[in-house]
């Protein structure tokens, strides 16, 4: 069984949008603590959005203003929308997910679900 699935992703030229998607089971998808990560080539793995309660959110200061994280608890579905998207963007995305408060689920990153990721790819 797949937990996390993601898609939506692909090749787009800077200034372009993409809007990722990440379908959840049951037992994966949460209502509490989601999150966006992205990896790079070469580069250390960076939580890039997050969201609490369907409400609260985080992103990092590479991604904001740019990017916005959401989700449909009925579809049990998360969004990450990304817009004005430059080359250094390009990297494997990743969901995951946990039932956490909101200390830990902004503080931590070792969430006990993942996604297999989705390739953005950005060129210039």
């Known amino acids: 069984q797949v937990d996390l699935v993601e898609s939506g992703g692909g090749s787009v030229q800077a200034g372009g949008s993409l809007r990722l998607s990440c379908a959840g089971s049951?037992?994966?998808?949460?209502?509490?603590?989601m999150a966006w990560f992205r990896r790079a080539p070469g580069k250390e793995r960076e939580r890039v959005a997050l969201?609490?309660?369907?409400?609260?959110?985080d992103y990092a200061d590479s991604v904001k203003g740019r990017f916005t994280i959401s989700q449909d608890n009925v579809k049990r579905i998360l969004y990450l929308q990304m817009n004005s998207l430059k080359p250094e963007d390009t990297a494997m995305y990743y969901c995951?997910?946990?039932?956490?408060?909101?200390?830990?689920?902004?503080?931590?990153?070792?969430?006990?679900?993942w996604g297999q990721g989705t390739q953005v790819t950005v060129s210039s």
């Open positions: 969201i609490f309660s369907g409400e609260r959110t």
């Open positions: 049951l037992d994966a998808y949460s209502t509490y603590c």
């Open positions: 995951a997910s946990d039932d956490r408060a909101w200390d830990s689920c902004h503080s931590r990153v070792d969430y006990n679900y």
